[in-house]
């Protein structure tokens, strides 16, 4: 049988939750590629599993991937781990993944967790349609762009975030998207797992400077309908226009973003604005 190379799942916090499937492959594989060598050092050692590991990151993953690849094609079976879910998924295993199937290396996965699917579960928002949009960029005009993108989205929306960057995200998602519903998803399976259905108003105030968030979060948002511009009012449209001025827009482009937004006129919003 040709080597090749394996995707395997592993636990998003509690090590119970990896599969069977998951740990012979680990078991038998010639060598296991890993984002980060340390954390999955520590998994094969509760498993009490050996093998030899090489660290695949973005960092490293122009040269690295090469290596790997080549060790396939000379007959060794190679298991593509991340630290946590399913590799490839907002991962540099990605581009591992692309390689192979260039190359005609055959490419399988073992299921298992996924934080992304996992936070969609329980958020109890719409599950039936959705978009994984992972990390947003933190680049300031990419970041923009992608937000005014999303504004019209119907889908829910799945975002991942880093608990010091998580008061900035939840700020822009207001400024860009209104009030609407989010669960917020912190250290899914862990000790400290909790999981807060809110409103984007209400997350701002839970997470300030004084209560700082710690922990990975998985943010679902509630997508857009068609009700949510009857809803808004102009005392709305007037505070969308602060949080944008705030953030170094124009008058005229913030009043521009808050009429896309809330459905109301821009000339209203901004007659009303410079005058109450």
């Known amino acids: 049988m040709s080597a090749k190379l394996v995707l395997v799942a592993t636990p998003i916090g509690n090590l119970e939750d990896i ?89 399988s996965v073992i299921p298992g967790a996924c934080a992304a699917v996992c936070a969609l579960a329980v958020s109890g928002l719409d599950t039936s349609r959705f978009v994984f949009e992972g990390f947003l960029s933190v680049t300031k005009n990419k970041r923009i762009e992608r937000l005014n993108e999303l504004k019209t989205e119907k889908r829910t929306m799945i975002f991942y975030e880093a608990p010091h960057k998580l008061c900035r995200t939840l700020n822009d998602l207001y400024s860009f998207f209104g009030d609407r519903n989010i ?3 912190r250290e899914l399976t862990k000790i400290y797992e909790e999981i807060i259905p809110t409103t984007l108003k209400e997350a701002v105030n839970i997470y300030s400077e004084e209560n700082k968030p710690k922990g990975e979060f998985v943010l679902i948002l509630q997508g857009n309908s068609e009700s949510d511009k009857e809803e808004y009012t102009m005392e709305d449209a007037f505070n969308i226009v602060s949080d944008l001025m705030d953030k170094g827009s124009s008058l005229s482009t913030a009043c521009k973003e808050a009429a896309n937004l809330t459905g109301l006129k821009k000339r209203e919003i901004y007659n009303g604005f410079i005058n109450k």
């Not at 520590?42 to 090489?54: G, Q, S």
């Not at 581009?95 to 490419?107: A, Q, R, T, W, Y």
């Open 19 to 107: 599969s069977v499937r998951a740990l012979k492959a680990l078991e038998n594989c010639d060598f296991i590629a890993a984002e980060d060598t340390r954390v999955t050092l520590k998994l094969l050692k509760h498993f009490d599993i050996n093998k030899p590991l090489v660290s695949y990151h973005e960092h490293n993953m122009a040269f690295r991937g090469e290596q790997i690849l080549n060790r396939i094609i000379n007959g060794e079976n190679c298991v593509l781990v991340t630290d946590a879910g399913m590799p490839a998924i907002s991962d540099p295993g990605e581009e591992m993944v692309k390689l192979c199937h260039k190359n005609g290396i055959s490419v």
């Open 183 to 185: 669960t917020l998803v």
